[in-house]
Protein backbone atom coordinates (compact mmCIF):
# COMPACT_ATOMS: atom_id res chain seq x y z
CA UNK A 1 0.00 0.00 0.00
CA UNK A 2 2.97 2.10 0.76
CA UNK A 3 4.59 2.11 -2.63
CA UNK A 4 1.32 3.11 -4.40
CA UNK A 5 0.93 5.88 -2.25
CA UNK A 6 4.48 6.94 -2.88
CA UNK A 7 3.72 6.71 -6.57
CA UNK A 8 0.54 8.81 -6.40
CA UNK A 9 2.26 11.25 -4.51
CA UNK A 10 5.20 11.65 -6.72
CA UNK A 11 3.06 11.79 -9.82
CA UNK A 12 0.61 14.63 -8.19
CA UNK A 13 4.05 16.62 -7.58
CA UNK A 14 5.45 16.31 -10.61
CA UNK A 15 2.27 17.50 -12.86
CA UNK A 16 2.28 20.35 -10.74
CA UNK A 17 6.06 21.12 -11.68
CA UNK A 18 4.85 20.92 -15.10
CA UNK A 19 2.08 23.26 -14.80
CA UNK A 20 5.00 25.90 -13.15
CA UNK A 21 7.63 25.45 -15.98
CA UNK A 22 6.42 27.38 -18.59
CA UNK A 23 6.16 30.49 -16.02
CA UNK A 24 9.89 29.95 -15.30
CA UNK A 25 11.47 28.94 -18.46
CA UNK A 26 12.28 32.24 -19.93
CA UNK A 27 10.17 31.26 -22.84
CA UNK A 28 7.78 33.50 -21.53
CA UNK A 29 6.61 36.64 -23.73
CA UNK A 30 7.11 40.09 -22.68
CA UNK A 31 4.03 41.94 -21.89
CA UNK A 32 4.73 44.82 -23.58
CA UNK A 33 5.11 42.93 -27.35
CA UNK A 34 1.84 42.57 -28.73
CA UNK A 35 2.72 40.24 -30.94
CA UNK A 36 4.31 37.69 -27.96
CA UNK A 37 1.96 38.81 -24.74
CA UNK A 38 -0.60 36.19 -25.47
CA UNK A 39 -0.09 32.99 -24.56
CA UNK A 40 -3.82 31.51 -25.26
CA UNK A 41 -4.28 30.03 -28.30
CA UNK A 42 -5.85 29.66 -30.80
CA UNK A 43 -7.74 33.34 -30.82
CA UNK A 44 -11.12 33.42 -32.07
CA UNK A 45 -11.78 35.86 -35.43
CA UNK A 46 -14.18 38.66 -35.03
CA UNK A 47 -17.30 37.49 -36.73
CA UNK A 48 -17.41 40.97 -38.92
CA UNK A 49 -14.22 39.22 -40.93
CA UNK A 50 -15.05 37.97 -44.37
CA UNK A 51 -13.42 35.50 -45.72
CA UNK A 52 -12.85 34.63 -49.18
CA UNK A 53 -15.37 31.37 -50.17
CA UNK A 54 -14.25 27.86 -50.06
CA UNK A 55 -13.13 26.75 -53.46
CA UNK A 56 -15.50 24.50 -55.20
CA UNK A 57 -14.62 20.73 -54.43
CA UNK A 58 -13.72 20.15 -58.16
CA UNK A 59 -10.76 22.84 -57.87
CA UNK A 60 -7.59 21.70 -59.25
CA UNK A 61 -5.69 24.20 -60.51
CA UNK A 62 -3.70 27.71 -58.49
CA UNK A 63 -6.10 29.59 -60.57
CA UNK A 64 -9.30 27.67 -59.13
CA UNK A 65 -8.42 27.16 -55.72
CA UNK A 66 -7.73 30.74 -55.43
CA UNK A 67 -11.03 32.25 -54.81
CA UNK A 68 -9.88 35.79 -53.75
CA UNK A 69 -11.02 38.54 -55.60
CA UNK A 70 -9.44 41.51 -57.22
CA UNK A 71 -10.46 43.36 -54.59
CA UNK A 72 -8.89 41.13 -51.82
CA UNK A 73 -6.25 41.12 -53.88
CA UNK A 74 -4.83 44.66 -54.09
CA UNK A 75 -6.22 45.20 -50.38
CA UNK A 76 -3.32 42.54 -49.75
CA UNK A 77 -0.91 44.09 -52.14
CA UNK A 78 -1.16 47.42 -50.21
CA UNK A 79 1.89 48.84 -47.93
CA UNK A 80 2.12 50.04 -44.49
CA UNK A 81 4.64 52.47 -43.93
CA UNK A 82 7.56 51.63 -42.35
CA UNK A 83 7.16 53.07 -38.78
CA UNK A 84 3.71 51.34 -38.81
CA UNK A 85 5.49 47.72 -38.56
CA UNK A 86 8.47 45.82 -37.62
CA UNK A 87 10.63 42.96 -38.88
CA UNK A 88 9.92 39.31 -36.60
CA UNK A 89 12.88 37.37 -38.26
CA UNK A 90 12.51 35.60 -42.05
CA UNK A 91 11.62 31.84 -42.23
CA UNK A 92 11.22 29.64 -44.96
CA UNK A 93 7.59 28.86 -46.05
CA UNK A 94 6.17 25.93 -48.18
CA UNK A 95 2.68 25.72 -49.29
CA UNK A 96 0.03 25.95 -47.03
CA UNK A 97 -3.35 24.11 -47.18
CA UNK A 98 -4.34 24.64 -50.72
CA UNK A 99 -8.54 24.93 -49.91
CA UNK A 100 -8.15 27.24 -47.18
CA UNK A 101 -8.80 30.55 -48.20
CA UNK A 102 -7.36 33.85 -47.64
CA UNK A 103 -4.22 35.44 -47.09
CA UNK A 104 -2.28 33.83 -44.10
CA UNK A 105 0.66 32.94 -42.71
CA UNK A 106 1.00 30.40 -40.19
CA UNK A 107 4.39 30.71 -38.22
CA UNK A 108 5.80 30.13 -34.98
CA UNK A 109 7.03 33.73 -35.10
CA UNK A 110 4.00 35.25 -33.87
CA UNK A 111 2.46 33.98 -30.19
CA UNK A 112 -1.38 34.79 -31.24
CA UNK A 113 -3.42 35.81 -34.45
CA UNK A 114 -1.91 39.73 -35.67
CA UNK A 115 -2.19 41.25 -38.88
CA UNK A 116 1.28 41.42 -40.85
CA UNK A 117 3.16 41.15 -43.97
CA UNK A 118 5.51 38.93 -46.02
CA UNK A 119 8.15 40.11 -48.46
CA UNK A 120 9.55 37.72 -51.14
CA UNK A 121 13.02 38.85 -51.51
CA UNK A 122 13.89 37.62 -55.04
CA UNK A 123 10.55 39.51 -56.77
CA UNK A 124 10.67 42.39 -54.11
CA UNK A 125 6.78 41.79 -53.81
CA UNK A 126 4.91 41.30 -50.66
CA UNK A 127 1.30 40.96 -49.56
CA UNK A 128 -0.50 41.56 -46.17
CA UNK A 129 -1.38 38.26 -44.18
CA UNK A 130 -2.81 37.62 -40.93
CA UNK A 131 -0.25 36.04 -39.01
CA UNK A 132 -1.40 32.79 -37.67
CA UNK A 133 0.93 31.48 -34.49
CA UNK A 134 1.99 27.73 -34.78
CA UNK A 135 3.95 25.35 -32.16
CA UNK A 136 7.67 25.80 -32.74
CA UNK A 137 10.69 27.37 -32.61
CA UNK A 138 11.35 30.40 -34.20
CA UNK A 139 13.65 28.67 -36.23
CA UNK A 140 10.84 26.08 -37.65
CA UNK A 141 9.30 27.02 -41.10
CA UNK A 142 6.24 27.98 -41.76
CA UNK A 143 3.04 27.76 -44.22
CA UNK A 144 1.63 30.32 -46.71
CA UNK A 145 -1.46 30.59 -48.22
CA UNK A 146 -2.14 29.80 -51.94
CA UNK A 147 -3.50 33.50 -52.84
CA UNK A 148 0.05 34.88 -50.70
CA UNK A 149 2.38 32.90 -52.62
CA UNK A 150 0.68 33.53 -56.04
CA UNK A 151 0.93 37.74 -54.88
CA UNK A 152 4.95 37.58 -54.11
CA UNK A 153 5.19 35.07 -57.62
CA UNK A 154 6.60 32.82 -54.96
CA UNK A 155 7.19 29.22 -56.40
CA UNK A 156 4.57 27.36 -55.37
CA UNK A 157 6.40 23.81 -54.69
CA UNK A 158 9.63 25.37 -54.01
CA UNK A 159 10.74 26.89 -50.12
CA UNK A 160 11.09 30.67 -50.82
CA UNK A 161 12.60 32.32 -47.91
CA UNK A 162 10.55 35.72 -46.69
CA UNK A 163 10.80 38.41 -44.42
CA UNK A 164 7.72 38.37 -41.61
CA UNK A 165 6.77 42.12 -40.28
CA UNK A 166 4.16 42.51 -37.55
CA UNK A 167 1.72 45.83 -37.42
CA UNK A 168 1.81 47.80 -34.67
Given amino acids: MKP ?3 LLLILHLLSACAAV ?7 RADAEDPVQSDL ?3 Q ?4 DL ?3 ATPPSGARTAETLDTTSQEDRAAARATPPASAERLLGTTIASLGAPTEPGF ?4 PLVRRETQGRVVYL ?5 VQVTLIPIDGPPTAGSRLSLPALRLIEAPLTGLPEVQVFAGT
Fill in 104 to 107: WLKT
Fill in 21 to 27: APIFSGD
Fill in 44 to 47: ARPS
Fill in 50 to 52: SLP
Fill in 40 to 42: VRP
Fill in 4 to 6: ALA
Fill in 122 to 126: ETGKS
